[in-house]
């Protein structure tokens, strides 16, 4: 099998490379997962944004250092989609997704924006996009989704005595000065913004919202499109007490649920995104107040432990060649 596998791909390699030079384009391959071929070119293409983030907005001095790691992680995340799609194809158990279901998401993206299917289409064109390449993003995310919850998240379960394990064990975090872990990301307004310019930039960050509530990573967003000090960090700003930030920013990351991502919040000079990774509260809380909180938290372990080692196990049958 592995033999078989690798002359396919020999012969992939060779007619990839004959309809490179016949087509006078200079490019390589860069990244083989299984069948699946990925050019230079497309990788760069992908990666681009977040360059060009870097660039604009990081001002440290290892500035190199900072796209070296985010390309690190970018690439991993990258490969583990490839992934991930191909076992959503898989012929023992594909996971399907009706062109009506992405219809439906559509339309709910119309109705929430209150706009017509025309004015959506232009949208798209503005940011280099057709309908049917949203639609396809659409479906693709929808087929990662269901496949993580059916081979990941529909098999954790938490019990009481796991639940009353950690509030023992994690009582400092149910007592003294509340503090809220946050990320969170930001756009600025232009100089001198007038209403509309404050009303777009409003906008681009709900459509951001959106792409993280359909399953994109915080943090990858974060490192594309933030302005931020913490953009390369994945919008982290760690553990923050009350009277620290701004209070609209306040107000919000102090009554947002682990895990949630908050509408975009108008302060100072711009729009933020803002998550919830962790909370540490003020006196001692009951367990029954806090035992919804705590198993989410025993969830989201649960689900990072579960995925890291479903990943791995895919990508340990899996031939993957990076070539760059």
């Known amino acids: 099998m592995i033999f078989y596998r690798q002359v396919i791909l020999c012969i992939l390699s060779v007619v ?60 991993k995340h990258f490969i583990d989609n490839i992934l991930i799609e191909q076992e959503a194809k898989k012929s023992h158990s594909p996971i399907v997704v009706k062109d009506e279901e992405v219809m439906a998401v559509v339309k709910n993206i119309l109705a929430k924006r209150n706009v017509s299917m025309g004015e959506y289409e232009k949208e798209l064109a503005k940011e280099g996009k057709t309908l049917e390449t949203m639609k396809k993003e659409i479906r693709s995310q929808m087929v990662r989704m269901r496949l993580l919850r059916r081979e990941v998240q529909s098999k954790i379960i938490v019990s009481e005595e796991e639940i009353g394990a950690y509030y023992h064990k994690h009582r400092e975090s149910y007592e003294g000065k509340e503090t809220v872990h946050v990320k969170m990301i930001l756009l600025k307004y232009p100089p001198d913004a007038n209403g509309a310019a404050r009303a777009k930039v409003k906008n681009d960050a709900d459509k951001l919202r959106k792409r993280i509530e359909n399953g994109e990573y915080f943090e990858q967003i974060a490192v594309k499109y933030s302005q931020g000090a913490a953009a390369s960090m994945g919008g982290d700003i760690g553990f923050v007490e009350r009277g620290i930030i701004m209070p609209e920013i306040e107000e919000v990351v102090f009554s947002l649920p682990i895990g949630k991502v908050s509408e975009p919040i108008e302060a100072g000079d711009g729009v933020y995104i803002v998550t919830v990774v962790d909370k540490k509260g003020a006196g001692l809380k009951p367990l029954d107040v806090v035992r919804q909180e705590i198993k989410t938290i025993i969830e989201e372990e649960k689900l990072n432990k579960q995925y890291d080692e479903w990943i791995a196990s895919v990508r340990k049958k899996s031939y993957i060649d990076i070539r760059m």
Do not use: H
């Open 16 to 75: 990839f490379l004959y309809l490179t030079a016949t087509a006078g384009v200079v490019d390589k391959i860069a990244i083989i997962v299984n069948e699946e071929i990925v050019t230079l070119s497309e990788f760069n293409a992908a990666f681009e944004p977040y360059v060009k983030n870097i660039e604009e907005n990081y001002k440290g001095t290892d500035k190199e250092k900072v796209i070296s790691q985010t390309r690190d992680m970018f690439l």
